[in-house]
């Protein structure tokens, strides 16, 4: 997994306020959380409140009006059934608010990502960007999740039980507010303080696990240059120091998280008895009080705690937010503004060259015009251009200088949608989707069964899928294994035929298919032949023999162009590469 | 609980640590159970009303008092319960990283690498959560349970007791049965997650296609289907989560109003005294944590004794290869095959039959073929990453099995096909075999494998970190480091196993001509595709499905007009293309 390690010292209020805005687009649920927040807030208040009237009014008097009692424990019984429920349907809304959410920026990201210039790819490695999607994602959960909800339901329990204390006794209340500073000092102090000591163990453990699994799969030589015992001694030491850094950790929790909440608990408790016996010595006091008292103070500990220990999660999740953020700003590519439509299927490269880094030239002035219907075959060695050349053609890079024209109007300038019609591709790694093998041939167009049988059928993979159990309605295996390689080249194929591009861009694959798949490809092309612009990129010269033009790639230039028997003719490299596939050595 | 057991050994050597850390934590509930006490005599005074100035300092210094010493034991316990948990942890870790050490490559292709992970990171972590929360709930959740039990029985009133508790078996089910649901929601979520993160990588590896295809649109509703699907199980987890306060709080509730209710009538009936019953209702409040931890203890139980499970067969598997040879020098070092049959394990096509090859000391021996022909398996057998009874090879007459492993490494250097470079400096990397070789002697190396005018171009020079981190090396770099760090070992007997491929052909040409003067007396093997790497060998040994189908020099094979010479023919032609004539 893709490992991020940076932690700044200071929560980015920006993009915190940015992540809680979301919250804001369900104002109905966060209204119902509200209401049922205060519900049960009410009924974890008042229920000592009950108990004390019940012990001074009552049992200190030792009178039980039955009718007052009864009337007493229902109230209590049904406090207790009401909070209860209350709590469970406020925590129940703030879990959906913060589902929501989630979806919405996921999908908000994704769908970014997915719309991002190709370059954008070349520099950003795929793990960083699957981590962006999913776990920076999952962080922010944890915000709505566990930060927002605890502080929310914390801070107005504290609240109330505070007002509560002050209507039953303001001077008792007094007392254990003076607690209330030293707690939220310990809180920020203890992530201040532990915020850094926890980045440090967690980037030693994933030194650890990076050793790790570098080590297994580097052992045979650490084997081979016998260096096992300072491998081992170098993993030991890191093990320690993680060992270490633990308990630096340990020791920070140990005397800020647990145990002193409780410590300032229990001195408040003294404090208050303190308070307490020294009225009672003067004036008549009320027993229920200081069991109301007690009662509530050890419910704000509980909530304090849980604060301290999410607050190290708020920083991580706006940091994943700004993360998040940074690629939604960026924003997608945009082509919306491009309208020109594609008829006939010319296709014209002027002067046009290309460079990934601005640098290293990969294509330098190609120059050469597909009429409508006709055959161009583009052949060259490995890194010869070839590929390039049919990523500026679909639009994914930007050529450098020179343009592409198609059917006479700039590439730049023809919509989006017509592009990606118009254009066919067979890819050398044919691209099955989940979804039935209808679906794979439809890609999810309105497409009638006529079109695709008739697609099928000319890709002559009809028969085969005839033989599945479910015949055009058959699950394809993850990654489409119930087809093999040569009839997933096929499915391709009847999927681009049943599309009707106006122009198809044929990408062979490199790596042997069978001849029967071959010869379908073939016969499928001569029959599209005329109708529609081919432009083959190919590895086996046998294949294109007949195309109505060959151009010769070396090195980003077109070095030769002809027919096949033009070229043959030549002394050069296409003749050299011919000779070479006839004369394969097994 | 039968992972207490097998964690015994431990428990037994860190005995000191559990011991001071249990009587700690049994001292801190004896005293965390004197202060309800305490305020109970406090009520009861006032409401006798003799309480007194002394009295009342009296009570608040104790508990005061007992407060900060509650507060010191519970740090220290944490400290040395916690500290041996977690140095039980580093110790699985460098036993598994030792463990894996010894196992010859055949062990690493019958487990892969994210499994091997999994036991030195979740398994780990899972064991050492049993031995420190497991124990914690373990030992504090009984002797909370017991202490308050008794404390209420004998020092209040039994009946007022029973009563009270009427709710909490109900509780004790509860966070057995929510504890199981959410480990398994937990579980599920993860799994939920990880289909998510693999439907992203697929999208975002297939960019092209979906952008070829214009299926933006329909990637967008699939993975929102996968993200919804995650997002059911974390909400099934959150809500299963949700149901704990709740619980909680009418069992505690139910609890509350039967110890009222009842305590007021023997309040009332004077068997028990208000001071009595305040105490009381503060012991229940003691009692949610017993009931919460043996529901957790069950849990880490389980996952525990699965994990400890893993690890130890991890640690008791032996390696497929045995170190019993005893031989530390070698006689000279000729290397000799004699093969009737060699299959790799689990296969029944010969990857090897009737070989019977040697390479002289001082020779260098080509060995050259089509994928596949068996050029590796020679060397696997030399380097013993197999054994097999009916394959003889030996290096200087004595067989490889009669060697030390270690002596034996020590014969060979190795450039492996695929150059593997760690996460280091360069010059860390060359000097792998040998980490206290001098500035000098690695930069020799790496002008010998003709690497060190590309080192110089990289922003640190030999100081360079290689990786993610660090610079990108090509194929050609990468495999010239590899010899450079071969070099650096001075090994008798030297094996490039296709370490060549990448490296152009001019190249290429200068290294070898740099091996012949560096390593005179001493053997080299190269295995290769490209035949210009070993038409000065002294031999060339043709492989072809496994067999020696032609052997003899560049010249004789040129002559024999079979597999060897057409390949060369080929390879001329090839790399014409290449050049673009």
């Keep these: 997994m893709y490992q991020d390690d940076d932690l700044p010292r200071h929560v980015n209020r920006g993009s915190l306020k940015r992540l809680l805005r979301y919250a804001l687009a369900y104002p109905q649920l966060l209204k119902q959380a509200a209401v049922f927040l205060l519900l049960t807030t009410l009924g974890q208040v008042l229920g000592p409140v009950l108990i004390k009237i019940f012990l001074d009014d009552y049992v200190t008097e030792g009178v039980y ?37 989630v979806r919405r920026i996921r999908s908000q990201v994704f769908a970014t990502v997915m719309r991002k210039p190709l370059s954008f790819f070349d520099h950003e490695p795929t793990g960083k960007l699957v981590s962006r999607i999913t776990n920076d994602t999952e962080a922010i959960k944890d915000l709505f999740l566990q930060v927002m909800a605890t502080f929310v339901q914390s801070v107005v329990l504290i609240v109330a039980v505070f007002i509560a204390m002050a209507f039953l006794d303001w001077r008792l209340m007094l007392v254990c507010l003076l607690m209330m500073p030293l707690m939220v000092f310990v809180m920020f102090r203890y992530q201040r303080l532990s915020a850094p000591r926890y980045h440090k163990a967690r980037s030693i453990l994933s030194q650890i696990n990076g050793t790790l699994s570098e080590s297994i799969q580097g052992m045979k030589v650490i084997q081979l240059m016998n260096q096992q015992r300072r491998f081992d001694q170098r993993f030991t030491d890191t093990s320690q120091s993680h060992f270490t850094a633990r308990m630096r950790n340990l020791k920070l929790d140990a005397l800020l998280l647990r145990p002193m909440p409780d410590l300032l608990r229990t001195l408040t408790l003294a404090g208050l008895l303190l308070f307490f016996g020294w009225q009672s010595m003067g004036a008549a006091v009320e027993i229920g009080v200081i069991y109301a008292f007690i009662n509530y103070l050890s419910r704000i500990t509980e909530p304090m ?68 219907g006709e055959f161009y075959a583009i052949v060259g060695h490995t890194g010869s251009g070839k590929s390039t050349l049919m990523s500026l053609l679909m639009r994914f890079y930007a050529p450098q200088s020179g343009d592409i024209l198609l059917d006479g109007k700039h590439i730049n300038e023809v919509d989006q949608n017509s592009l990606r019609e118009s254009v066919g591709v067979v890819m050398q790694d044919p691209f099955i989707t989940t979804g039935s093998v209808r679906e794979n041939i439809t890609l999810g167009q309105d497409m009638s069964d006529e079109v695709v049988l008739a697609a099928a059928g000319q890709a002559q993979i009809h028969d085969y899928i005839m033989t599945l159990p479910e015949a055009y309605n058959t699950p394809m295996d993850e990654r489409g294994s119930n087809f093999s390689t040569g009839q997933r080249q096929l499915l391709s194929l009847a999927r681009t035929l049943a599309h009707k591009p106006r122009i198809l861009i044929l990408d062979e694959a490199t790596a042997n298919i069978d001849s029967h ?46 027919t096949h028997q033009q070229l043959l003719s030549e002394d050069g490299l296409y003749r050299n590469m011919y000779l070479l596939q006839q004369s394969r050595v097994v | 609980m039968n992972i207490f057991l097998k964690l015994g050994w431990y428990f037994r050597a860190e ?35 003799r309480l007194q100035p002394e009295s009342l300092w009296r009570y608040v210094l104790i508990i005061a008092a007992l407060a900060v010493v509650i507060y010191v034991m519970r740090f220290f316990w944490r400290m040395y319960l916690f500290s041996a948990s977690f140095q039980l942890a580093e110790l699985l870790r460098q036993r598994v990283f030792k463990q894996l050490t010894t196992m010859a490559p055949a062990f690493y292709n019958r487990h892969r690498t994210g499994d091997l992970m999994a036991r030195a990171t ?94 933006e649109a329909r990637e967008d509703e699939v993975f929102l289907s996968v993200a919804d699907r995650a997002a059911e199980a974390n909400m099934r987890v959150a809500t299963t989560d949700s149901l704990y306060d709740p619980a909680i709080f009418l069992t505690v509730g139910a609890s509350f109003m039967l110890s009222i209710g009842m305590g007021a009538w023997l309040v009332t009936r004077g068997e028990i005294t208000l001071g009595e019953l305040t105490s009381f209702t503060m012991y229940l409040g003691f009692l949610i944590w017993p009931m919460f931890a043996y529901g957790w203890l069950l849990n880490l139980v389980e996952r525990g004794n699965a994990a400890y499970t893993r690890i130890s067969a991890l640690l008791d598997a032996r390696s497929p290869v045995e170190d019993s040879g005893t031989e530390q020098q070698a006689p000279s070092f000729d290397v000799s095959w004699r093969i009737g049959r060699f299959c790799y394990p689990g296969s029944d096509n010969a990857a090897l039959a009737n070989v019977d090859l040697l390479a002289r000391q001082g020779q260098t021996l080509g060995i050259v073929g089509a994928t596949g022909a068996g050029k590796t398996s020679l ?99 990468k495999q010239r480091i590899a010899i450079a760090r071969a070099l650096l070992l001075d090994a008798p007997i030297l094996i490039l196993d296709d370490a060549l491929s990448a490296v152009d052909v001019g190249t290429e040409r200068s290294i070898l001509a740099h091996l012949r003067e560096a390593r005179q007396g001493r053997t080299t093997l190269i295995l290769c595709h490209r035949l210009s790497a070993v038409e000065d060998a002294d031999q060339i040994a043709v492989l072809s499905h496994g067999e020696l189908a032609e052997l003899g020099t560049h010249r004789e094979l040129l002559a024999r007009q079979g597999w060897y010479a057409r390949m060369f023919d080929y390879q001329q032609l090839e790399r014409a293309v290449v050049s673009g004539r």
Aim: aromatic share 8%; glycine share 8%.
């Design chain 1, 65 to 101: 009006p039955l009718r007052d009692i009864t009337l007493l424990a229902l109230a209590y019984a049904a406090m207790y059934g009401v909070s209860a429920w209350a709590g469970y349907l406020q925590s129940m809304r703030l879990n959906e608010v913060a589902f929501s959410v």
């Design chain 1, 305 to 372: 705690l849980q604060m301290t220990q999410r607050l190290s999660m708020l920083q991580q999740a706006v940091v994943a937010g700004e993360r998040v953020f940074t690629i939604l700003d960026d924003g997608a590519e945009d082509h919306t503004a491009a309208n020109q439509l594609i008829e006939s299927g010319e296709v014209a490269f002027r002067d046009v060259s290309f460079s990934y880094d601005g640098e290293h030239p990969v294509l330098s002035d190609i120059n050469f015009t597909v009429r409508p």
């Design chain 1, 517 to 562: 798949t071959e010869a379908v490809i073939q016969r499928a092309l001569m029959m599209l032949r005329g109708d529609t612009s081919i432009i083959a990129i190919a590895h086996r010269l046998s294949t294109i023999t007949a195309a109505d033009q060959i151009l010769v790639l070396h090195q980003g230039v077109i070095t030769q162009r002809g």
């Design chain 2, 15 to 49: 005995w000191r640590r559990y011991a001071v850390a249990g009587l700690l934590l049994v001292a801190v509930d004896v005293m965390e159970l004197m202060i309800p006490w305490l305020v109970g005599q406090l009520i009861d005074d006032v409401l006798a009303q």
């Design chain 2, 122 to 215: 979740n398994d780990v972590t899972a064991v050492e959560m049993t031995a420190g929360e497991g124990v914690l709930s373990g030992l504090d959740g009984l002797v909370t349970g017991v202490l308050v039990l008794f404390v209420m029985l004998m020092f209040i009133n039994w009946q007022l007791t029973l009563v009270a508790l009427l709710p909490f078996p109900f509780m004790a089910w509860f966070f057995y049965v929510i504890g199981n649901r959410l480990h398994d929601g937990f579980r599920d979520a993860q799994e939920r997650f990880s289909d998510l993160n693999d439907r992203v990588q697929e999208s975002v590896s297939g960019i092209r296609m979906i952008r070829a295809f214009g299926r």
């Design chain 2, 379 to 477: 060397i696997n057998l030399l380097l013993r990453y197999y054994d097999d009874p009916a394959c003889e090879v030996g290096v200087g007459g004595i067989p490889v099995s009669g060697y030390e492993l270690h002596a034996l490494r020590d014969l060979v250097a190795v450039v492996p096909q695929d150059a593997f470079l760690f996460t280091a400096t360069i010059a860390e990397n060359i000097a792998l075999g040998k980490p206290g070789a001098t500035l000098d002697e690695i930069r020799a190396v790496a002008r010998l494998a003709a690497v060190e005018q590309d080192i110089l171009r990289f922003p640190a020079a030999y100081e360079t970190l290689v990786g993610e981190r660090g610079v990108t090396l090509s194929g050609g770099q």
